[in-house]
């Protein structure tokens, strides 16, 4: 188990004694550490597995651990072990100690749209707002609960007119929450450090449950989630975190790399562990990732090197527009492929936004090849999963008032909006979820008897199939369900073809089938786990952009440079190296340039042999072809590691400061 390990990485697993960070760049082998730690104190230490709690960002990277942990240990020694996403671990506390917090069982998970929708009702009561001003608010409200900050507090702290208003908001959201039985991303970690603050018995009751922690990609917490960490290890300190400063791409949503100082100053006994070799990367690769990084400012210094070997020049390829350079990428693949013998999985294509997923899609289609995306429009976005997912959630949570909107008229019921209104009025006044309002009494006064009983029929539908799902075989209740709405008759006639149909059922069986192997496997785990758990589980999944089929098969990779994070193939293809997009326009705008650095030093890190960076000269934006400008990034690389081809050129400065002006000129002539 540690013959394989360098002695850096030796001292980091062997050192149980206080907590520990793990301070490196990529590819030197610190998940590596974690993954062999989790198998060192089950077998050497004596760590009971279901006492071992491991946590990283994303369901991929958690996935990916499990499987890593899982080739050294095995069976009934791993069994109860805890390897997920920090949401994951949340949602764990809050199933487990809802009452306490004031929620009944079934919970809703609201995901960013129904945040959204919420949002959006809660200000429209006083004027019509975009949707511009929507997201802000929604960000706006993220922060304050991943910093911690309640609603009051946020209102005293509100500096000008646009604080005040998304701080009164927040309250009133916060209040409609509760009210909904729901919770929201980032309640999933306020809630428990607010339930452990002010529950010193209950924290002291998962203290036990948990005996050691340890944390991947620990530069990417916030404010809550460190919080939450060190709750959790109290007095005892069993904890190992790893992390990379120069990898923290999540500032956005809250997260603090400062929190890796922070560790120190709030565990003085920490001890800190560099690993300095590479074991991913050819020396030009990994050389362009330090060069780039090098234009950062640095917290910690750190040199990386390999003995990987030299490898080959980085490709640069400038292409005339997005087609061609989506075609060019495609082709190569192709061609690599079979030259360097590999699998079509060896390769990975990266991008700085989901949307430049789709021509790259049509590509390769054209030349059919296979793919995979992460991310981006997942299974979840999907209509008919949509639908599903919202008669799921509302037989968990009657209460659900978002999913109750949607799944009334889905099959049509004949329920039209005004019904709905007043449905929704009278359920406001009285406190009570629309679900409830159906069948009070005094719902005569305000509607029609032909109306009342449509709502009626409806909610002794819902309850009887409720009721079947508790009592019985929930997965075969929930079968039954859809068949009793007849989706499928529903969908045959809303889809423009028999076969989209069929592709559409397909894809709710899957959704069922896949609802029914979560089930399976977390009461492997523990018996007591419900259907309601199930359903918030794969909620959870769909919010963090996860792909139903977790199929291994021999696919290329498409996905953004975040989702990238941690993940490492043998080719590797950064995609749109341009001005506006790799850096993005917006953080041009706000002058923060460092975190797109951060980025593509991400993005460079995960290829193992060779790695291409291609760009286009035109690419469509608003309809109209636009000159690009290559990334300023590319300048910052060794020139002579790479290996120009196209017709451009190494840029200069000069030539992109021109391009910019011409471009910022063009789009104030077309009022952009
Ligand atoms: P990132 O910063 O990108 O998350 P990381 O520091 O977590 O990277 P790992 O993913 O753990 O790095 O390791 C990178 C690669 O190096 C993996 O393929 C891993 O198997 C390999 N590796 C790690 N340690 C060693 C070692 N001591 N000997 C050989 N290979 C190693
Ligand atoms: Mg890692």
Redesign the pocket.
Known sequence: MLS???PR?REAVEYVGGPLLVL??????????ITTKIAYLIKECGIKAHKIAAVTFTNKAAREMKERVGKLVQGKESRGLTVSTFHNLGLNIIRKEHKTLGYKAGFSLFDDQDTKSLIKDLMHKDFQTDADIIGMVQHMISNWKNDLIEPEQALGLAENDKETLAAAVYREYDRHLQAYNAVDFDDLIRLPVRLFRDHPDILERWQNKIHYMLV??YQDTNVSQYLLVKLIIGYRGALTV?G?DD?SIYAWRGARPENLVKLGEDFPSLRIVK?EQN??STSLILRAANTLIANNPHVYEKTLWSEMGQGEQIRVISCRNEDAEAERVVTEILTHRIKKDASYKDFSILYRGNHQSRILEIKLQAFQVPYKISGGTSFFARHEIKDIMGYLKILVNPDDDNAFLRVINMPRREIGPSTLEKLGTYANQRHISMFHACSELGLEQSLSEKQVDKLRRFNHWLEKTRQRCYQDDSISAIREMIHDIDYEGWLHQNSSSPQVAERRMANVRILVDSLQDTLKRMQDDDDSASIEDAIARLVLRDMMEQQAEEDDSDRVQLMTLHSA??L?YPHVYIVGMEEDLLPHRNSIDDGNIEEERRLAYVGI??ARQTLTLTMAAQRKQFGEMLNCTPSRFLDELPPEDLAWEGKEQEPDKAKRERGRAALDSLKKSLGL
């Open positions: 394989r390990l360098n990485q490196a760049g990529a590819g030197s082998g610190k998940t590596s550490v991947d990609e790893v990379d990898q690993l074991y991913r994070k941690g490492e890190t995960r």
